[in-house]
């Protein structure tokens, strides 16, 4: 077992076809099945079965993916490594995405390539309107964004990264609810949230849509990292994703599910053959190649349409 077998392994895993992998990955389609097989041979297990026009893993090719995801990135971050002293590590690398994806899950990502590259100046910029993400992207203004709902495609390639479910938070209090909520539930509380346009409000304005509410909230803050304190001194409730939420938890927050689940997918964005070679490494954390074609995980749910930020 080498890190090519399984970098070619996690590509037909994600892309759910030994064609569209090969494409991916530049290699004739007979030289991937050699290897696959090969890895197949070595620990001694089908790793996929053939269904229609492509494959699905089995119980032990699934059991793989994770590890396999961790060895390659161990190669990468290595690599990475050596590469950051003998070249200096220097450079700038600047992403655009909205307040919301900015804390989670680009703040953990951002962290775990400057333990790598310590030299590299990194900005984030947070746009008025989604459109704004997609723009600097296609322009060159920005190097990499991050934005929910579906993808654009065309010149901009991209990434699948997180599924966030929207779940209630209260403030903790003995006569709140105990068991799923829906919006309604929350209104008496008086809701909270950002402006409209924003990423979280959009996500509660859809809320409220569907269960026949006003699109309004008792406290609008422009300050996404306010609203955890505001419903912890008792100003409201909020729908938050998870990330968030578990913050306000650990806090003495009241978190709920939601009796209709409600989750929207982040996407990483980035012009086709325009990334700097900081840019690509920056997209080896994630697991993706810059030339990969855009592929949610295998099984993946089917996930709300394009929203503004």
Not at 71 to 76: D, G, N
Not at 150 to 168: K, Q
Not at 240 to 257: C, E, N, S, T
Request: hydrophobic share 45%; charged share 20%; net charge negative.
């Amino acid at each position: 077992m080498d890190r090519r077998h399984l970098e070619y392994f996690l590509a037909v895993a994600d892309l759910g076809s030994f064609t569209r992998a090969a494409s991916a990955l530049l290699i004739a389609q007979p030289s991937l099945s050699q290897s696959i097989a090969a890895l197949e041979r070595d620990l001694g297990s089908q790793l996929f079965e053939r269904h229609g026009r492509g494959v699905r893993l089995t119980p032990a090719g699934d059991a793989l993916v994770e590890p396999a995801r961790r060895t390659v990135r161990s190669f990468m971050l290595a690599r990475g490594a050596v590469r950051s002293v003998t070249d200096g590590g220097f450079g700038r690398l600047a992403i655009i995405t909205n307040t919301l994806w900015a804390i989670d899950p680009l703040a953990r990502m951002i962290g775990e390539f400057r333990r790598v590259h310590p030299g590299v100046h990194l900005t984030v910029a947070d746009p008025s309107r989604r459109s704004d993400v997609v723009d600097e992207v296609r322009l060159g203004e920005a190097d990499l964004g991050l934005l929910d709902g579906t993808p654009p495609g065309g010149i901009l390639a991209s990434h699948w990264l997180a599924d966030h479910e929207l779940v209630a938070v209260l403030p903790s209090h003995p006569a709140g609810p105990t068991d799923a909520v829906t919006v309604e539930d929350l209104v008496p509380f008086g809701l909270i949230s950002t402006p409209v346009g924003t990423a979280l409000r959009t996500l509660v304005d859809d809320q409220l849509e569907a269960a026949g509410r006003p699109a309004e909230v008792a406290v609008e803050t422009a300050h996404v990292a306010s609203v955890v304190p505001l419903l912890l001194s008792g100003a409201g409730a909020a729908l938050l994703p998870q990330g968030l939420a578990a913050d306000a938890a650990a806090k003495g927050a009241r978190v709920l599910p939601l009796r209709r689940p409600s989750r929207t997918s982040v996407h990483l964005v980035w012009r086709r053959g325009r990334l700097s070679e900081l840019g690509e490494h920056f997209l080896a954390f994630s697991g993706v190649h810059a030339d990969a074609p855009a592929t949610p995980p295998i099984d993946s749910p089917s996930l709300p349409d394009s929203r503004p930020v």
